[in-house]
């Protein structure tokens, strides 16, 4: 099947970034699950490499890339393992506010490092009481001189204890009303007093993604770290949602592409009672169904990648691929668990991995049920 998006350059992006995976990946996965962390130094390596922030412009040392490199990492590093999420979230989530809303101070302050790995970025937006309903956030940031004081707490944020540094939603304006209308995004770096990293959570999958709490008491931000205008932190959110969705979704479809790979794999090999596991009826007929499903995903979340790099507001869609896909990668984790029998259970088979870790995909980036709401919304319910 042809993308229409991609073009040669996209295939020697991909070719060479799976080569490096293969090379400098693949053989650690094991011990960065147990370390709950994707190291530093790898970070550094896929920054020498130009597979950082590939969209950046050239002048802080990117590629000036279109979205289409953006795709193939994604797919790429979800080969590897689901757990390199961070990778994508800082390429594609983060830095894209910095590159959107920050000055050119703030761009040159940060987008080198970004690019090269000395600057591992985070968003922080959930906390304890607060996941999906970013409106009722209780971080505040007062105002003091030339400061703003953060005091809250985040949890579930990806990149958390790595962080060098965390774009921040938080109330400005705690009395605003409508109560987004307070809310603006500060950047936070690591080192600054009253800004403490919790525990690194301990996740049923994705054990690769550092993940962590971060506590601010009384930090003192510097004003000239406000992102984009104060009041305006909920706007930008929603401006850059489709595209994170629209990740969680491309994500996904290729969690659900590899599992079918491997489990026809599997079956052809296996066998029970005198014949492969393939040859059972039940076995063509479950992965006929897979197939057509993710092929039916793929060519609509193509064709949103397409109507996204032509900036045109799928809201709607993204919503639809974002809950369709990833029930789907559930789904198919399940199926393919099934087909593996008692060895689909066993951490060294890649189905049992795949299941623990693509289970989150349709809680992060706004649960499932948001984006049906939003969904009934846009249609006038």
Same mark, same amino acid.
């Given at each position: 099947?042809t ?5 040669q350059?996209?295939?020697?992006f991909?070719e060479s ?5 293969q090379?400098?990946a693949?053989?650690n996965?094991?011990e960065?699950e ?10 550094k390596?896929?920054?020498?490499e ?6 950046v ?7 000036d890339?279109d979205f289409g490199?953006?795709?193939v990492a ?5 080969r590897?393992?689901?757990g390199l999420i961070?990778?994508g979230?800082?390429n594609?989530?983060s830095?894209?506010y ?9 761009k ?7 690019v090269?790995?000395?600057i ?9 009481n607060?996941g999906s ?7 505040t940031?007062?105002?003091d001189?030339d400061h703003?004081?953060l005091n ?9 204890h790595l962080?060098d540094i965390?774009?921040?939603v ?5 009395k605003?009303q409508p109560a ?7 950047v936070v ?6 800004f403490?990293k ?8 994705q ?8 506590i ?7 004003k000239k770290n406000?992102l984009?205008e104060?009041g305006k932190g909920f ?5 850059k !949602? ?5 990740m969680?979704?491309? +994500?996904?479809?290729a969690?659900?592409?590899l %599992?079918? $790979?491997?489990? *026809? ?6 066998t029970?009672?005198?014949q492969r596991?393939?040859?059972f009826?039940?076995t063509?007929f ?14 609509f ?5 397409v109507d996204?790099?032509?900036q ?5 869609e993204?919503?639809?691929a974002k809950w369709?896909?990833t029930d !789907?990668?559930?789904?198919?984790s399940?199926e393919?668990? +099934? ?6 259970? %066993?951490? $060294?088979?890649? *189905?049992?991995?795949?299941f623990r ?8 980036a706004?649960s499932?049920?948001i984006m ?5 919304k846009?249609?006038?319910l």
């Amino acid at each position: 099947m042809t993308r229409p998006f991609l073009k040669q350059e996209h295939d020697i992006f991909r070719e060479s970034l799976r080569k490096f995976l293969q090379r400098e990946a693949a053989p650690n996965i094991d011990e960065w699950e147990a370390n709950k962390e994707v190291p530093r130094s790898f970070w550094k390596k896929l920054g020498k490499e130009g597979f950082l922030c590939p969209q950046v412009e050239e002048k802080y040392g990117g590629l000036d890339a279109d979205f289409g490199f953006a795709v193939v990492a994604s797919e790429e590093f979800d080969r590897v393992n689901v757990g390199l999420i961070g990778i994508g979230l800082h390429n594609d989530i983060s830095m894209p506010y910095i590159e959107s809303y920050a000055t050119d101070e703030q761009k040159n302050r940060w987008l080198p490092g970004a690019v090269s790995g000395d600057i591992i970025s985070a968003i922080a937006m959930t906390e304890p009481n607060t996941g999906s309903d970013l409106a009722n956030i209780q971080t505040t940031a007062i105002l003091d001189g030339d400061h703003y004081v953060l005091n809250g707490e985040k949890t579930f944020i990806t990149n958390g204890h790595l962080a060098d540094i965390v774009i921040v939603v938080a109330k400005t304006d705690p009395k605003a009303q409508p109560a987004h209308r307070g809310i603006s995004l500060l950047v936070v770096e690591a080192d600054t007093p009253g800004f403490t990293k919790g525990k690194k959570l301990q996740k049923v999958g994705q054990h690769a993604s550092d993940t962590a709490e971060l506590i601010f008491q009384d930090a003192r931000i510097p004003k000239k770290n406000l992102l984009g205008e104060e009041g305006k932190g909920f706007y930008y959110l929603m401006e850059k !949602l489709q595209q994170e969705r629209l990740m969680v979704a491309i +994500q996904s479809l290729a969690s659900a592409e590899l %599992m079918v $790979e491997e489990t *026809i794999r599997y079956v052809k090999e296996r066998t029970a009672f005198g014949q492969r596991i393939a040859d059972f009826q039940n076995t063509q007929f479950k992965l006929a169904e897979m197939k057509t499903e993710i092929k039916i995903g793929r060519t609509f979340v193509d064709q949103l990648i397409v109507d996204h790099m032509n900036q045109k507001d799928i809201v709607t869609e993204v919503s639809m691929a974002k809950w369709w896909v990833t029930d !789907l990668a559930k789904k198919v984790s399940t199926e393919c668990m +099934q087909l593996h029998g008692g060895f689909g259970y %066993m951490e $060294e088979y890649e *189905i049992a991995r795949r299941f623990r870790d693509v289970a989150v995909s349709s809680i992060y980036a706004g649960s499932n049920e948001i984006m049906k709401t939003i969904i009934a919304k846009n249609i006038g319910l």
